[in-house]
């Protein structure tokens, strides 16, 4: 048995000693290391957020008079262009400074609404960012204004979106003190905005979960 034993370690033995056994296994180190080395070039300049989200402004649209609504020229989810009708409450008639995506309207023609009441919301996509959170020791010294940024969309697998940090938040989201008895300091999270070009990703609403990637210089 031990001499069994003996003679397939032997013929193990002389397998890696055989020129294209050697070739084989030095291909597979060089491949292995090379692999290493371009992933770490291709990530050392960049900054990964993860927590992030496609955000754009709420434009509220108010009645400045009390009034009934006699009126409702859009319904949620309708694209409207700038100073656009939206309703009719009492006399008065209610419009759109800018366009966008109506995000809420009544639907209860005859509804009654006070001064500075809101009537009608509209998301202005048109200033639609990507805000991100990054933490303070997570490569934020790095990202710069101007910088060019991508970013990928949960809702859209792995394609890739173009944009630029727009702006890089002076303080943290925390901005109340804490005090711990534990030498252990939090973490503290800093925003990160990106912007775009909007009519290039009309697929893109607001709300969406996004991951940025910032290409730093």
Do not use: C
């Not at 060089?30 to 992933?39: A, E, K, N, Q, Y």
């Not at 009645?63 to 009492?90: F, R, S």
């Not at 048109?126 to 060019?148: C, H, N, P, Y």
């Amino acid at each position: 048995m031990n001499e069994e034993n003996n003679k397939q370690e032997i013929k193990k033995e002389s397998i890696f000693k055989k020129p294209w056994m050697q070739s084989l296994i030095a291909f597979v180190l060089i491949f292995g290391l090379l692999t290493v080395f371009l992933l770490w070039e291709k990530n050392k300049n960049t900054v990964f957020i993860e927590n992030s989200i496609l955000s754009a402004p709420i434009i509220n649209i108010s009645t400045a008079t009390p009034g009934v609504l006699n009126a409702l020229y859009v319904k949620e989810g309708d694209t409207v262009l700038d100073n656009a009708q939206i309703a009719l409450v009492g006399s008065q008639i209610l419009t759109t400074g800018k366009g966008g995506i109506v995000s809420n309207a009544p639907e209860v023609i005859g509804s009654y609404f006070s001064p500075g009441q809101i009537v009608a919301s509209v998301v202005d996509n048109q200033d639609m960012k990507v805000v991100g959170q990054v933490d303070e020791t997570g490569g934020l010294q790095d990202i710069k204004k101007g910088e060019r940024a991508t970013f990928t969309v949960d809702a859209f697998g792995s394609k890739i979106f173009e944009g630029q940090v727009d702006e890089v938040s002076p303080v943290s989201n925390n901005t109340g003190v804490i005090f711990s008895i534990s030498d252990k300091r939090a973490i503290q999270k800093f925003d990160v905005k990106v912007i775009f070009n909007v009519k290039s990703y009309p697929e893109l609403r607001s709300g969406m979960s996004a991951k940025i990637t910032v290409h730093t210089k």
